[in-house]
């Protein structure tokens, strides 16, 4: 029976799952009340076949012994120290299934206090996969417009066929706030919803890291390793944040290449193109550029105006268009602030009972452009003058004065004087411990030398297209 019901599965799902779940199983008994009784590895790789496995096993199983059929599973079990200990226990399914089960009363042999909880398997394998996944980030409420069409329908077409395209992996990049997040979370939310029975596992290149130094910590790298291979779709959030961890690079790599191997599906957002990935291993590198490179680009005003509209429409709140149209035309580059500008409208409105007018209007886009510049950081501005100058920033904070350097230096502290809110003096003792004369000198060269060279007027339109959002 068992055999018959194997091959049947073994028809119907891919040979790998085939392999990894249906072959180590072993038949002990058919009892007379139809109830098939299987032996499976662990409590793991039960809860592995209920959650993934229930429909085609029990169709399989009614195909052979009718609608009477009853799946027992017992558990082989092994102590902590790896010796099989010579018993079995019952799980009784207790699954939604209607393949019903059975309990008997099987003679637990050892009581062993401390193997009480003997479903613990070392490292992080008997953790359920939850997807993870934001049910809020969806394709209905991802607006299209020309900005981000591309990658909207790969996305879509993705999701239609997760593994089945040459968009594998698929690599959303663009900038901050311009809807990265909420398209890998639509694409791995439409999946699900298309696919139920597909694990998907939504995860930051952060908490990845995370992860995985701890597995190396606690010497459970390979369960980490097998983990990962369970998944069939694959999205991870922000992979610019590997640049320059090699560890973690080199275990994304092997995890990669096994996933795209066994056709399953990998979804990758960065805030940069892959040719403009720094420190990251070039053989990861040219994998990110196997399948497609999918832009975010700025949303274009009409797009702006119907995100603004749709969350109106979402809060069931109504507001002037012109207020629409001010907002629209003022936030450009960040969905994110352009949301958070409107909600906060909306919050005063109803906070002062008043219809918001375009006084109101102002002063909120006013707080929140001014929001943009504050988040840049002294730091950042060191890192991107440096990296402008193709200087390290120790170079920068140094006595050095070589000319150059020097300028580069002056510069740093002109934009940090232009960006920050940080005082003259906090600002020089930032670079190098310099007093605050030396920062109001830099500041007065740079504006000077802006009206009277060129080359140096350059640098300063450069550096500052950089650092503005
Ligand atoms: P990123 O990950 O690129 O920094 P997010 O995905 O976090 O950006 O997006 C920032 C905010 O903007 C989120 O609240 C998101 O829902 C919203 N957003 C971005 N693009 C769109 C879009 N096309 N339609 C609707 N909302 C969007
Ligand atoms: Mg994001």
Redesign the pocket.
Known sequence: VWNNCLSFIKDNIQEQAYKTWFEPIVAISLSEDNALHIQVPSKFFYEWLEEHYVIILKTALTKELGNQAKLVYKIKMENTYGNKLPFTEQIPSTHRSSVKTQEIDVPVVNKNPELKNPFIIPGIRNVKIESQLNA??SFD?????D??RLS?SAGMAVANKPGGTSFNPLLIF????????????AIGVEIKDKFPEKTVLYISAEIFTQQYIESVKKNTRNDFIHFYQLIDVLII??VQFLSGKAGTQDVFFHIFNYLHQNGKQVIL?S?KAPVDMQDIEQRLLSRFKWGLSAE?HQ?DYE?RI??LR?ILYRDGVEMPEEILEYVAKHIKS???E??GAIISLIAQSSFNKREVNLELAKQVVEKFVKNIKREISIDYIQKVVSDYFQLDTETLKSKTRKRHIVQARQLAMYFSKKFTKASLANIGAQIGDRDHATVLHAVKTVDNLVSTDKQFKKFVEDINKKLSI
């Open positions: 809020n980030y409420n991802f607006l299209e417009g900005s981000n909207r663009g900038g901050v706030g311009l809807g990265k997040t909420h398209l890998a979370h959030d922000d957002t805030d975010l949303p797009t119907s995100i749709n960040n969905v994110r352009l949301e």
